[in-house]
């Protein structure tokens, strides 16, 4: 069965960091295009990032320079390593596969949740 | 980069109805790169439509997609009492994004 598991949310302080991890199953993480994709409390989804299989990466302008997409194609899992954390960075993170021969994302994680609060 | 934005905000619907939702992109985006989804409170979106016209996976086919250029639109030919949710639009040109979502509200 193709699935994503997401883990690593909690509670940080502001200027914090944290590190998602999404580990996939019934396919290769590093085969496809994987996002991270957020939402904000009562708020729609928001586009975070984006790794293609050829390992190049693409950020929101709101979260460039502080938060890093990666993958560990032995473990076959995708990160996110947030750190200079905001308030308003506070919402649930989905990772998401892109399909193998077109652009939409098939296949969510169940989401992870980032609380940045003092 | 490229804006998204949905109309109406709220559609309020009685099943059997047709809904029509339209996302309007702030420059051309092609066909390829335009995908549809559905989101229900407490679950993560689900893939609706892919190049801008395709159902994806399992999709009924009361769900259809159209448009082109900065102008597409989804239709629910007949509504289910399974289909009251938010819709969101997405983009892949240049910068992926996402437009502000429909919701489809039972009216």
């Known amino acids: 069965e193709v699935q994503l598991v997401e883990s690593g949310g909690g509670l940080v302080q502001p200027g914090g960091s944290l590190r998602l991890s999404c580990a996939a199953s019934g396919f290769t993480v590093s085969n496809n295009y994987m996002s991270w994709v957020r939402q904000a409390p009562g708020k729609g989804l928001e586009w975070v990032s984006l790794?293609?299989?050829?390992?190049?990466?693409y950020y929101a302008d709101s979260v460039k320079g502080r938060f890093t997409i990666s993958r560990d194609n032995s473990k076959n899992t995708l990160f996110l390593q947030m750190n200079s954390l905001r308030r308003e960075d506070t919402a649930v993170y989905y990772c998401a596969r892109d399909g193998d021969t077109y652009f939409g994302m098939d296949v969510w994680g169940q989401g992870t949740t980032v609380t940045v609060s003092s | 980069e490229v804006v998204l934005t949905q109309s109406p905000g709220t559609l309020s619907l009685s099943p059997g109805e047709r809904a029509t939702l339209s996302c309007r992109a702030s420059?051309?985006?092609?066909?390829?790169?335009l995908a549809w989804y559905q989101q229900k409170p407490g679950q993560a979106p689900r893939l609706l439509i892919y190049?801008?016209?395709s159902r994806a996976t399992g999709i009924p086919d009361r769900f259809s997609g159209s448009g082109s250029g900065t102008d597409f639109t989804l239709t629910i030919s007949r509504l289910e009492p399974e289909d009251f949710a938010v819709y969101y639009c997405q983009q892949y040109t240049s910068s992926p994004s996402f437009g502000g979502g429909t919701k489809v509200e039972i009216k």
């Open positions: 420059q051309s985006v092609s066909t390829s790169y």
């Open positions: 190049a801008a016209s």
């Open positions: 790794i293609y299989n050829d390992g190049t990466t």
